[in-house]
């Protein structure tokens, strides 16, 4: 790719592109090549499990493995963060 095809930078609001988050932000953000981006992003090597699930007594937008340490990842909220954070991340 070259520089010139690429565009602008600009601030949106979420809102504006994924009205509801289960339905249009979730799915869009568990996309087999958007879910990697996320896991770089919090240093894990993410595999989607389930999107809107129950786990005990939250509710996880995404639930994920972590598949260097086997170990269960709960994204939670996402749509409303402004910056994540590792707190974020429900313990399972």
């Not at 087999?32 to 005990?56: F, S």
């Not at 963060?81 to 974020?88: E, I, V």
Request: net charge negative.
């Amino acid at each position: 790719m070259k520089d010139d095809e690429l565009g602008r930078l600009e601030r949106v609001d979420l809102r504006e592109v994924w009205s509801k988050e289960a339905d249009n932000f979730t799915p869009w953000l568990a996309r087999e090549e958007n879910l990697p981006l996320v896991g770089d992003t919090i240093g894990l090597e993410l595999e989607l499990e389930a999107q809107e699930k129950n786990v005990g007594p939250f509710r996880a937008d995404l639930l994920c493995k972590d598949t260097a340490t086997n170990s269960w990842v709960g994204l939670p909220r996402l749509h409303g963060l402004l910056a994540f954070k590792p707190q974020h991340l429900l313990s399972l």
